[in-house]
């Protein structure tokens, strides 16, 4: 099992908003920043959120990043049918010294 | 633009090695460390470990210490991943990607897939 705790699934409907949660504890999530990452189907992962809430050069804004003790979040607005992939959390842990992350979050658009 | 351009894929023996390489471009490759993730058929990423293109260090993690050696060629900007002792479980996609800050990864490479298989 992953350091970091997503859930397995998600789904929504075209135009709706929804949200991947990722549980940490506060060697990883508690102490550093979030970062994540979206992976299309076939390809490699791609960098979506980086320092919790920060967005790349050309990632949409409908991509959103909150980060609130050891927890953080990734909320998708205006789900379109291209969003359907994986996501990863991924965050360093002090007490591993290593980059962990969550188990990943498919995400359905229905 | 920034590429990372991995060597093909690989079919090893149980107890064989392999070395994947890494090769960047489009950006000064020692400001940037490289990691390696690795990705199982069906699973989710695991991080292997890290590499300074600056100096050499290395941070391994610790499910592997022992049979990972992580190197880099600064001439040809170009770095290397070798795993040792290899074991079925080791089948996966590896990916290397340029480090900007700890867990945090700007590009990635197209991946290599290893199979090990008797």
């Known amino acids: 099992q992953s350091v970091l705790t997503q859930p397995p699934s998600a789904s929504g409907t075209p135009g709706q908003r929804v949200t991947i949660s990722c549980s940490g504890s506060?060697?990883?999530?508690?102490?550093?920043?979030v970062n994540w990452y979206q992976q299309l189907p076939g390809m490699a992962p791609k960098l979506l959120i980086y320092s919790n809430n920060q967005r790349p050069s050309g990632v949409p804004d409908r991509f959103s990043g909150s980060k609130s003790g050891t927890s953080a979040s990734l909320a998708i607005s205006g789900l379109q049918s291209e969003d359907e992939a994986d996501y990863y959390c991924?965050?360093?842990?002090?007490?591993?010294?290593?980059?962990?992350f969550g188990g990943g979050t498919k995400l359905t658009v229905l | 633009q920034v590429q990372l351009v991995q060597s093909g894929a690989e079919v090893k023996k149980p107890g064989a090695s392999v070395k994947v390489s890494c090769k960047a471009s489009g950006y000064t490759f020692t400001s940037y460390g490289i990691s390696w993730v690795r990705q199982a058929p069906g699973q989710g990423l695991e991080w292997m470990g890290w590499?300074?293109?600056?100096?050499?260090?290395?941070n391994y993690a610790q499910k592997l210490q022992g049979r990972v050696t992580m190197t880099t060629d600064t001439s040809t900007s170009t770095a290397y991943m070798e795993l040792r002792s290899l074991r079925s479980d080791d089948t996966a996609v590896y990916y290397c990607a340029n480090v900007a800050a700890a867990g945090r990864f700007d590009y990635w490479g197209q991946g290599t897939l290893v199979t090990v298989s008797s």
């Open positions: 590499i300074s293109a600056y100096n050499g260090d290395t």
């Open positions: 506060s060697s990883n999530i508690g102490s550093n920043t």
């Open positions: 991924a965050a360093w842990d002090d007490s591993l010294n290593g980059v962990v």
